[in-house]
């Protein structure tokens, strides 16, 4: 009898409508923020890998922009990610709001699933916000829809039911190695971590009157040592004049807000005293002009 213990790791993919609770899960399993969150769709632009390591297994996390139809070039990159993904991993899970029930965006992503030989679970989340009742018929509903591997409903925000969907997936996944470091939660580097901080600052505040046309560039980090600091500027970029004020607002005070809401996360991330600096930029129309795409992040050069 082998009683040898064997390492897993794989790679798992989060995908689904906008605003079902993807960024709110990678967040709760990893213990720290990685994934801004925000009530408003497409949140994600980028591919979020959160890395989540135990002493037998590692599972690395990829959240995905939420499935929509492109209204720009900047949809079109985001819609490349999140259907790309589907093609690189070991288990696709998903996730649905159980809130919202079916729609035409999750017809949408079932039609992409079938194309694919990925194992898939479905995630039922925020089931904290129904019925215990309410919750079978949508198992029902979506089990006649694709021949998922596991249907298990959670509760992301307060963690219901997430240790026993972690052990699933630890079940599911391949014999490997350990492909970070025990320590290391996500592969992105601090500098774009720090710029979605900030972005979510921009998004809460600023709620529909700065929708998805803002960017953020960090300019500088420098860390202090004499005093143990690290200093950060930054510019938010916006498309229209108009938005430009929105975000400074009067007497600065909006852009005071954001920064000092930013700063604190930033140095719950950083473990030291932060100071932020930032600027506001309007660059008409960014979020269709290619070359701007790439200064702020956003290349299209794998697909």
């Known amino acids: 009898m082998n009683n040898e213990i064997t390492h897993r790791s794989g790679f798992v993919s989060i995908i689904g409508r906008p605003n079902v609770g993807k960024s709110t899960f990678i967040n709760r399993v990893i213990g720290q923020k990685i994934a801004i969150m925000s009530d408003k769709p497409q949140t994600t632009r980028n591919k979020i890998q959160g890395v989540y390591t135990t002493n037998d297994s590692q599972i690395i996390f990829i959240d995905t922009p939420g499935i929509h139809k492109p209204k720009h070039k900047l949809g079109d990159f985001m819609m490349k990610v999140a259907q790309n993904t589907l ?123 700065i929708p998805h046309s803002v960017a953020v560039v960090i300019e500088t980090i420098e860390r202090r040592e004499h005093n143990q600091s690290v200093h950060v500027g930054a510019t938010i970029v916006i498309e229209r004049d108009s938005q430009k004020g929105i975000i400074i607002g009067k007497q600065g005070k909006m852009l005071k807000e954001v920064g000092q809401r930013a700063r604190l996360d930033i140095e719950a991330l950083l473990g030291s005293k932060v100071y932020l600096e930032l600027w506001v930029k309007v660059q008409k129309d960014w979020r269709n002009k290619m070359s701007q795409l790439r200064d702020y992040g956003f290349s299209d050069d794998e697909y």
């Open 87 to 209: 093609k690189e991993v070991d288990l696709i899970l998903f996730m649905i709001n159980a809130e919202e029930g079916y729609g035409g965006g999750d017809e949408f992503i079932i039609e992409r699933l079938k194309e694919t030989k990925t194992p898939v679970f479905l995630i039922i989340n925020k089931i904290d916000r129904l019925h215990p009742d309410d919750i079978f018929p949508l198992i029902v509903k979506y089990k006649d829809l694709h021949p998922f591997q596991e249907i298990i409903p959670i509760s992301a925000l307060q963690g219901n039911n997430v240790d026993t969907l972690l052990a699933q997936i630890e079940k599911l996944l391949p014999q490997g190695p350990q492909y970070y470091p025990a320590d290391q939660v996500t592969d992105h580097p601090e500098r774009f971590i720090i710029a979605e901080l900030i972005r979510e600052k921009v998004l809460h505040l600023t709620r529909e009157e």
